[in-house]
Nanobody, 130 residues
Framework: QVQIVESGGGSVQAGGSLRLSCVVS????????????IGWFRQAPGKEREGISC????????NYADSVKGRFTISSGNAKNTVYLQMNSLEPEDTAVYYC???????????????????WGQGTQVTVSS
């Protein structure tokens, strides 16, 4: 059973930084061999969920939405089931619930669409004040 747990959310002033963590459990070594992609999404009140970044645990390739490119960095930890999202130069528009998601069976990054991901965490709140 795949489980995803996010952490690291909180409140910060505009211009500040936060680092979100995502721990994924339940995948086997065989699954990692076929490829797993872990992504971050966010949903602001009254808005649709937006894909912002993903990383392939196979080759560490990454993908970013234009809205966060140059400000956010996705990376994987020493443990391949852990992924981080370093968020710098935060803006009030970045306020949202941030979700970590995963999909398996691909060795390359995928489109930042909810439809591409099979497993989801519960989310962590990020609030940026002006």
């Amino acid at each position: 059973q795949v489980q995803i747990v996010e952490s690291g959310g909180g409140s910060v002033q505009a211009g500040g930084s936060l680092r979100l963590s995502c721990v994924v459990s339940g995948f086997t070594e065989r699954d990692y061999g076929f490829g797993i992609v872990i992504g971050w999404f966010r949903q602001a009140p009254g808005k649709e969920r937006e894909g912002i970044s993903c990383i392939s645990t196979y080759d560490k390739s990454t993908n970013y939405a234009d809205s966060v490119k140059g400000r956010f960095t996705i990376s994987s930890g020493n443990a391949k089931n852990t992924v981080y999202l370093q968020m710098n130069s935060l803006e009030p528009e970045d306020t949202a619930v941030y979700y970590c998601a995963a999909t398996y069976g691909t060795q390359q990054v995928v489109e930042l669409s909810e439809l591409e991901f099979d497993y989801w965490g519960q989310g962590t709140q990020v609030t940026v004040s002006s």
